[in-house]
């Protein structure tokens, strides 16, 4: 168990819609990153943020967003979804700063979309 | 822009046998660290090794090494007395911390296969 919890573990959910997914970092991290996995992008980064701002933007799509909370809990908000939406979406923490640090990952949210 | 290749799309080993899954990096920043992530059939990404590129001596966690060849830019993990419970998909990955940014880059990953 990494300490990092994800909601849901999986959606289901129709074209056009709205979903929002939801994690909760270690305790005493302060940064959570968001990534997109799927079978032909493979492991993408989206967007971090430290303690409530964002720190830097990925290969994040406008019809994407996302914040995290002053608990230091993180949402990604994903709207008019598409069928290529579909994917296991991670969330992951780390202390933060400006060193290099690893990263635990959730269980992830694995998203259809049909 | 920093690149991960895993050059392995898939591996058979023994059991009991070491494996070494190759990782070769590109990046031009001095300052960089490079990770070893886990992914089971159940989904999960479990966090296995780092190595900072500062690092004088190469990483080691329980049975896993990472050889770390910086003029090589290469950075391979190595399992030691493989187990059945090591099939997985196995991602390297590097970070170059930029004004605070961290994300990882990963490669397209290695499925390691451990035979009876």
């Avoid at chain 1, 994040?60 to 979804?81: C, G, K, M, T, V």
């Avoid at chain 2, 009991?16 to 990404?45: H, R």
């Avoid at chain 2, 090591?86 to 451990?114: E, H, W």
Wanted: hydrophobic share 30%; with cysteine; net charge negative.
């Amino acid at each position: 168990d990494s300490g990092v919890t994800q909601t849901p573990k999986h959606l289901i959910t129709a074209t056009g819609q709205r979903v929002t997914l939801r994690c909760s970092p270690r305790s005493g991290d302060l940064s959570v990153y968001w990534y997109q996995q799927s079978l032909d992008q493979g492991l993408q980064f989206l967007i971090q943020y430290y303690n409530g701002e964002e720190r830097a933007k990925g290969n994040i799509l406008e019809r994407f967003s996302a914040q995290q909370f002053p608990d230091l809990h993180s949402e990604l908000n994903l709207s008019s979804l598409e069928l290529g939406d579909s994917a296991l979406y991670f969330c992951a923490s780390s202390v933060g700063g400006a060193e290099t640090y690893e990263q635990y990952f959730g269980p992830g949210t694995r998203l259809t979309v049909t | 822009a920093q690149k991960i290749t895993q050059t392995q799309p898939g591996m058979f080993v023994q059991e009991k046998e070491a494996v070494t899954l190759d990782c070769t990096y590109d990046t031009s920043d001095p300052s960089y660290g490079l990770f070893w992530y886990k992914q089971p059939s159940s989904g999960e990404m479990i966090f296995l090794i780092y190595q900072g590129s500062y690092d004088q001596q190469n990483a080691t966690e329980g049975r896993y090494s990472l050889n770390f060849q910086k003029a090589r830019k290469s950075a391979n993990l190595v399992i030691s007395a493989s187990q059945l419970g090591d099939s997985a998909m196995y991602f390297c990955a590097t970070q170059n911390p930029i004004q605070g940014a961290q994300k990882l880059v990963f490669g397209q990953g290695t499925r390691l296969t451990i035979n009876p």
